[in-house]
Structures are given as structure tokens and as C-alpha cells.
């Protein structure tokens, strides 16, 4: 059945929604709100319905041409049709919307909480880190590329503008290099990572591969000529079971990339956690820093701490500084980078919703949690330790405005939001949040 909707607004995800002639909320990819567009009604879930785009009739004034097509196509960069104003909008919304239908804010209240949405200043490469899929296609040669948004195909690499134009070709290099390595041979390769960083210029390539023989030498030797790699590593972990690493080798170099963020360095392992837009990063640093206020001397946790983008400059400003991290080589990172940067942070290794109960009262708090966001008891166990602030970084606005929502139950109040944009071209944002102690 095709339709002519006039698309009103994004999601959160790839499609714009808007309404079909029955009143019912049908969402579309690749149109904008403001298109008019002939759309062809594929699936109806009955209290919506998703639609495919036929031809945009009549073109919304925040429509632009997409820049990059293999970003589009891979799912990489599902908004690029959207002027990045209108991005900004798009993201801001959202964040309010879920504060009102999920956090159960007064509209008014969360129009007044939410600031605008805190622009990147590089629109496209701003990505410090190219993560890609390798496997052996059915003709038998080495590829490496994107996965289709949602499907198992393999999409051949070709450049990605996302990334920092200095490693926009180097994925091609890597295939060609990697295709002479092994040859026919399976050596288990199924994922590949780049990292690099503008403010050390160091460039790490990581092969992750089933344990087993590698031909250790010969490929340092052919990636490291192929990219200029300051480090090259192996990770070994089964597939699927990324989080189970069995082991990481240093195949030539550091071991290890280091990025600046601010006025700190920062040595990540491939396996750990580092924000892929580094600029971007240090946005969210203060304005943790400014929503807290003065942290000198106070005692402040910093939960879901990875390699301690927060902890280390808290530390650095005065504040005594204890820090939860599950992932074994972040809070290995952590360590050294406090070292590094010449700071005293108390590294717990383990289950942040575990190690809050022995913290004792805590002036102050940041979490910053993975998508899921944070347990169900882990507000109330929060509020048990009374810390005057919390702040609270989150990827994930749906899970965040939950979380805000129990913690309203437990004494605190949101103070403000600013939603910054790590991720242009895509749907994602991440926010910051203030919330005080009421009680
Ligand atoms: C979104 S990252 C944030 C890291 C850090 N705050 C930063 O900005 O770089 C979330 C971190 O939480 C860690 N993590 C995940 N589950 C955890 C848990 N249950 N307890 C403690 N840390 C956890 C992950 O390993 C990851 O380093």
C-alpha cells in the first residue's frame, strides 16, 4: 500500500515518523521531517506501522545530499540526509521527549531542563577509531568491511568519512596487506580495529582472532609497512565471546595507543573503552567538572570509569577519587594513567552496583554505564551514600530517563542536561546530567 505522508520528526533510531492517512504513526528511513514522500507501507506492528521511501514529492528545507555513500549504506551514518542543524534539533527532541514519556517530567519542565544540543566541531572524521568485520569470502580471499545495518552480509570496505581523514584509506591498506599475509590460509581473523589519535599521531592496529598459530613476525611486518602502525596487536578471544579475552600480544611496538584528551594523557588497550570522538570527550569532561562545582577536596566516586577519562582530572583538580571498573584491561589502564599523569586514584576492580555499598558517604558522584544503564537498585543504593551532586553521563536516553525516574523516588532532583554530540551523522548523543540532593 503506498501512501503521501508529510514527515514531522526523527526517532530515536533511523527513521523520521509521521502519520498515514488513518492517524496511525508510521516510521520511515532516509526522509526528514518536512518531507512530503510517496512511501510503500511494508510491515503494520498495528499500533504503527514502518514503511520504505518510494520518492520525496516535495524536499523538507533541512534535507542535504548524503556526503558518503558506503556510510549510508553500512548504516554507519543513517542521518547524513539531514542538515547538521537539523540534526542538533533532532537529537535535543529526543532527549526531551524521553524525559516527558519516560521520566514523566512536565513537558514545560523538561523544555526549560534540556540546553541545546552541544554541536562537534568536525562534522564528519571525527571518529578515533575504525572498527571493522573480517572474515574469508565465499571465494576464499581475506575481506574486511561493515556489517549491513542488521544482517549478517559483509559489506567491502571502502572509505569511511567518519573517521579521521589520516585513517580513511587505511582499512583498503590493511585488506591488501592482510590478503598477502595469510593467502588461503584461515588464521581466525573476525574483527579488526584502527585507533588513531590527532594529538600524539600514534596509529594502533588490533587483529582479533581465534587462539591458535599466527604468523606473528610476517604480519607486523606487512600491516606495520602497510599503515605506519605505532603499535600492532593480536587479541585472542573466541568469537562471540569478545569479553572473554584469552590474551593479548604485542606484535610490534607499544602495545598499547595514547590519546590526549584536554591537558591528559590517556594509554588504552585494544580491548578496553575509549570515546571514539576525542574532541568531544573533553566537552564532556567539563562539563562534569562545572556541573559538580568545586571538587577540591571533596571525596567523589567515579563509577563505569573505563581508562578514567573523569577520575583523572577530578584527581587533578583536588578531589579525593575512587574509582569502579569491571573490564580487567581498563582498570589496568587506569592505573597507568593515573601514574601517567602524576595523580592518586583509588582503582576498584570489579561490579560497580557491588563496590558502592563498602564506599562509605560520598560528597559527590559520576556514573557513566554502558547502554543498559544502571540496575535497578543502584539509585537507592546511590542515595544510601548522600552525595550532593551526582552526574550522570549516559549514551542512551531511553535507559537514562528511566534511571532519572528512580531517582526522583530517592531524594534527587534534575538540575540540568546538556546532550552533547559525539556521533554526527547518527542518531546516538550522549548527555550529561546534573542531579542534586534534595533530601
Ligand atoms: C560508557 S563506558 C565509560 C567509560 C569512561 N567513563 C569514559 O568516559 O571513558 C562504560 C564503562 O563501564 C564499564 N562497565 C560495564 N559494566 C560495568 C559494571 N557492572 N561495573 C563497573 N564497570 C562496568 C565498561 O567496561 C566501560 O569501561
Known amino acids: 500500500m503506498q501512501q503521501t505522508v508529510t514527515f514531522e520528526r526523527m526517532s530515536y533510531g533511523i527513521d523520521a515518523v509521521g502519520r498515514l492517512d488513518d492517524g496511525k504513526a508510521v516510521f520511515c528511513p532516509l526522509v526528514a521531517p518536512g518531507d512530503t514522500a510517496v512511501v510503500e507501507v511494508v510491515e503494520d506492528k498495528g499500533s504503527f506501522a514502518r514503511a520504505k521511501l518510494v520518492q520525496v514529492v516535495e524536499p523538507s528545507s533541512c534535507r542535504v545530499e548524503p556526503a558518503s555513500p558506503y556510510d549510508q549504506i553500512s548504516g554507519a551514518a543513517p542521518w547524513q540526509h539531514l542538515s547538521y542543524k537539523a540534526q542538533l534539533k533532532a537529537k535535543r527532541d529526543n532527549v526531551v521527549s524521553q524525559l516527558v ?6 513537558a514545560e519542565r523538561a523544555e526549560q531542563l534540556v540546553e541545546p544540543t552541544m554541536r562537534s566541531k ?21 575481506n574486511l568491511g561493515y556489517m549491513r545495518e542488521g544482517t549478517d552480509e559483509l559489506l567491502p570496505v571502502e572509505q569511511t ?38 594529538a600524539t599521531g600514534e596509529l594502533e592496529v588490533a587483529a582479533w582472532t581465534r587462539p591458535g598459530p599466527f604468523p606473528r613476525a610476517l604480519f607486523a611486518k606487512t600491516v606495520g609497512d602497510a599503515c605506519k602502525a605505532t603499535s600492532i596487536v593480536r587479541v585472542m578471544a573466541d568469537e562471540g565471546a569478545a569479553r572473554r579475552i584469552k590474551g593479548v600480544e604485542t606484535l610490534s611496538g607499544r602495545g598499547f595507543w595514547r590519546e590526549r584528551v584536554g591537558d591528559f594523557y590517556f594509554s588504552t588497550q585494544a580491548p578496553s573503552f575509549f570515546q571514539v570522538n576525542t574532541a568531544q570527550a573533553g566537552r564532556l569532561v567539563e562539563q562534569v567538572m562545572e556541573g559538580l562545582g568545586g571538587v577540591e577536596g571533596k571525596y567523589i566516586a567515579d563509577l563505569y570509569a573505563g581508562g578514567g577519562t573523569f577520575s583523572i582530572p577530578l584527581a587533578a583538580a583536588g578531589a579525593d577519587v575512587v574509582a569502579v571498573e569491571s573490564a ?28 558502592l555499598a563498602g564506599l562509605g558517604d560520598l560528597d559527590a558522584l559520576v556514573v557513566d554505564p554502558p547502554r543498559s544503564g544502571l540496575a535497578a537498585s543502584v539509585p537507592s543504593d546511590i542515595a544510601a551514600a548522600r552525595p550532593q551532586k551526582v552526574a550522570y553521563v549516559s549514551c542512551d536516553p531511553a535507559t537514562w ?39
Open 122 to 142: 568536525r562534522e564528519w572524521a571525527y571518529r578515533n577509531k575504525i572498527e571493522m568485520s573480517a572474515r574469508i569470502d565465499e571465494r576464499g580471499a581475506f
Open 328 to 355: 580487567g584491561s581498563s582498570v589496568r589502564d587506569l592505573r597507568f594513567n593515573a601514574d601517567l599523569n602524576g595523580v592518586e586514584v583509588d582503582v576498584l576492580g570489579g561490579d560497580a552496583a557491588r563496590e
Open 401 to 439: 530517563a528511566r534511571d532519572i525516574a528512580r531517582f526522583s523516588q530517592v531524594g534527587y532532583r534534575l538540575e540540568r542536561v546538556q546532550p552533547v554530540d559525539m556521533f554526527p551523522q547518527t542518531f546516538h548523543v550522549e548527555v550529561v546530567s546534573i542531579l542534586a540532593r534534595t533530601s
Open 161 to 198: 568519512m567518519l573517521a579521521h581523514t589520516k585513517i580513511q584509506k587505511v582499512p583498503k591498506a590493511l585488506r591488501g596487506a592482510m590478503r598477502f599475509v595469510l593467502g588461503n590460509q584461515d588464521l581466525g581473523i573476525y574483527r579488526v580495529g584502527v585507533r588513531h589519535s590527532m
Open 101 to 106: 514519556r519516560t521520566a514523566r517530567i512536565d
